[in-house]
C-alpha cells in the first residue's frame, strides 16, 4: 500500500470517528448528522454490497430500473379516506406529529434514488413497522432497516450510536432500547421486502390487510424490557 | 452548575470518546482497553443502579454479602468427571481454546467482587448460554450481560463498540453478529439470574440439567441470519 492509501485510509479513520462522535453527542433526529455519517462511512464496496441485495429480488431490481417515485403527497386529501386504510392512518400520523409532507428531492441515478426513496418513504415504514416516533420506535425502525438495506455500514453504526446515546444520556431506557433493536432486526429478517414498494398505489388499502400481505404482524416478544427483566426475578 | 464541574464533565466526555475510539480500532479481546473503558463511563450512580438490581433477588442479595468465590480450578481433574457434566465440558472449553484457568484477583468491597466474580465465571457463563468464542458469540454473551447485569453503560457501549467494528472491519458478518445480539439479550431476560452462582458446587451436574434448571435451553431463533434475510426474498 503506498503513503498516499495509507494517509487517505488514515484520514477516512478519523473522519468516521468525529462524525460518529458527533452524532452520538447531538439531539436525537440530526438529519445533517446521519448524512455526514452516511458519507463518511458508506464505501462503494458497501452500496454495491447492498445494491446487488436489492437487485436479488424482482420488486427491488425493478426499482432500480425504473425508479418510482412517490410524489407529491396530499396529507389532508388522504385524511378524508376511511380510517382503516393506509393512507389515513399514515397522514394521521403526519398530522398528530406535525410533520411535513415528505420530501421530493431530485434523482439522477441509483444512488440518489435509494437515499430519496428511503427519506420520502421513512414515515410509511414507520406506520407499517408499528414505530413509534420516540427514542425506542426510531431504533427499532433502524433495526428493520439494518434487516432490509443488507448489509449497511450506516444502519449498524447508527445502531451503534443510539446503544451509546442510551448508556451516556437514558440509561433508564436501556432495556427499551434493546428490545426496540431486537424486535426491528427480527420484524424486518421475517417482512418480505419494502425497497420499492409503491405506496401510492396502496393508500386505500386497509393497514391491516398491507401488514398482512408483508409479512408485517408484531412479534410475540413486544414485552415491555423491565418487566420482563424484573418478573424474571420475582 | 460551577466551572470545575463543567470541566469534570467536560474531560469525562472527551476521555469516554477516546477510550471508545481506542478499543474500537483494537483488536477483539482487548481487555485492558475494556477495563478502561469501564472505568471511563461506570459513574457511581450506574453502579448504584446495577447493585440494587442485583440485591433485588435473595441469591445476588446474598452475593453481596458473603462475596463467594470460585478459589482455584485445577482443569485436568475436572476433565475427568463424565463428560455430559458441566465440569467435563467447562474444563473440555478451556484445555481445547488453550486458555489458562481463571483469574483470583483479590476482594475487598463489593465492587472488586462483582469484577471479579465476572471474570472469574465469563467462560463458564460462555458455555452454560451457549457462545462460542468467536466474535458472534462474544456479542451473544455481551447481549446476555447487558440483561443480567442490568442496567449497565459498560455492557451498552460493549456492544456500539462491537456493532462499529462490524462496520468498519467485518460487514460480511453483519447478520450474525445482529443476530447474536438480538439472541444474546433475550436469552439473557429470559433465563434466571447467574450473578451469584457457585458454579463450583455444580462442577458434576450434567451440563443440560444444569441450563434446564436455568431456563438457558436455546431459542427457535438462532438461524443463521443471512440465510433467513435471503430466503425470505428467495
Aim: charged share 20%; proline share 5%; aromatic share 10%.
Amino acid at each position: 500500500m503506498n503513503l498516499i492509501t495509507r494517509l487517505k485510509q488514515q484520514w477516512r479513520s478519523i473522519l468516521i470517528a468525529y462524525r460518529f462522535w458527533k452524532i452520538v453527542q447531538a439531539p436525537y433526529g440530526d438529519f445533517r448528522g446521519i448524512a455526514q455519517l452516511s458519507a463518511a462511512i458508506t464505501d462503494e464496496e458497501n452500496a454495491k454490497q447492498i445494491f446487488e441485495f436489492l437487485s436479488s429480488y424482482p420488486q427491488g431490481k425493478q426499482a432500480l430500473q425504473e425508479l418510482p417515485r412517490l410524489g407529491k403527497v396530499d396529507l389532508q386529501q388522504l385524511h378524508q379516506l376511511p380510517n382503516d386504510t393506509l393512507g389515513y392512518i399514515y397522514a394521521d400520523h403526519m398530522l398528530k406529529n406535525k410533520f411535513s409532507p415528505p420530501p421530493t428531492s431530485e434523482v439522477h441515478d441509483v444512488a440518489s434514488f435509494l437515499s430519496a426513496h428511503l427519506s420520502e418513504t421513512h414515515d410509511i415504514w414507520h406506520v407499517v413497522a408499528g414505530c413509534d416516533t420516540n427514542k425506542a420506535g426510531e431504533i427499532k425502525l433502524q433495526g428493520f432497516y439494518a434487516a432490509q438495506i443488507y448489509p449497511s455500514k450506516l444502519w449498524l453504526a447508527m445502531l451503534a450510536k443510539n446503544l451509546m446515546k442510551t448508556a451516556l444520556e437514558d440509561i433508564e431506557l436501556c432495556g427499551d432500547h434493546l428490545d426496540a433493536l431486537t424486535q426491528g432486526w427480527m420484524l424486518g429478517k421475517r417482512a418480505k421486502p419494502l425497497f420499492g414498494i409503491q405506496w401510492n398505489k396502496l393508500w386505500e388499502m386497509p393497514l391491516e390487510k398491507v401488514c398482512e400481505q408483508l409479512n408485517l404482524h408484531e412479534l410475540p416478544t413486544s414485552t415491555q424490557a423491565n418487566e420482563a427483566v424484573l418478573s424474571r426475578i420475582g
